[in-house]
C-alpha cells in the first residue's frame, strides 16, 4: 500500500481502533488451545461485539494421551498414519524407556521389555 494512500484514509481506520467491546462477558477472556486472549479494550474483540466467541473445549492433546499405546518389540518403529489418507513415514526409535509419540498423528508406541 502506497505511504500517501495510508495516510490519506488513516482516519476511517482509527474509528474501528476506538470501537470498545462489550464489558462483563465471560466469553472474551476464555483460553484457546492456542493460548490466545486478549484484554478486554484490545481492537482484536471488536469482530465479537455482535456474537459469541466459541472456544473449542476438546483439545486433540487431551484425546491422544488418552488412547492406548501401542506395544512393540522392535527397536525402531514407523508410522505412516494408517489408510490412504495417512501421512509421510517418521520412523521413532523407542531405546529410552516411556511412552513415545508419532509426531504428525500422536500415536503412541512403548517398547516391551524383555524378561530376564
Not at 9 to 31: C, G, W
Request: glycine share 6%.
Amino acid at each position: 500500500m502506497n505511504s500517501s494512500i495510508f495516510f490519506k484514509y488513516m482516519p476511517k481506520f482509527k474509528v474501528f481502533a476506538k470501537i470498545q467491546p462489550h464489558r462483563l462477558r465471560s466469553d472474551l477472556s476464555e483460553v484457546t488451545h492456542t493460548g490466545q486472549v486478549w484484554a478486554e479494550d484490545d481492537y482484536r474483540n471488536v469482530r465479537f461485539t455482535n456474537a459469541k466467541r466459541w472456544v473449542n473445549k476438546n483439545w486433540g492433546m487431551v484425546y491422544a494421551h488418552q488412547r492406548e499405546p501401542i506395544i512393540c518389540s522392535e527397536r525402531i518403529v514407523y508410522c505412516n498414519g494408517d489408510g490412504p489418507l495417512g501421512h509421510p513415514i517418521s520412523y521413532i526409535c523407542l531405546d529410552k524407556p516411556g511412552k513415545h509419540w508419532c509426531h504428525y498423528c500422536l500415536k503412541s508406541f512403548i517398547r516391551e521389555q524383555k524378561k530376564k
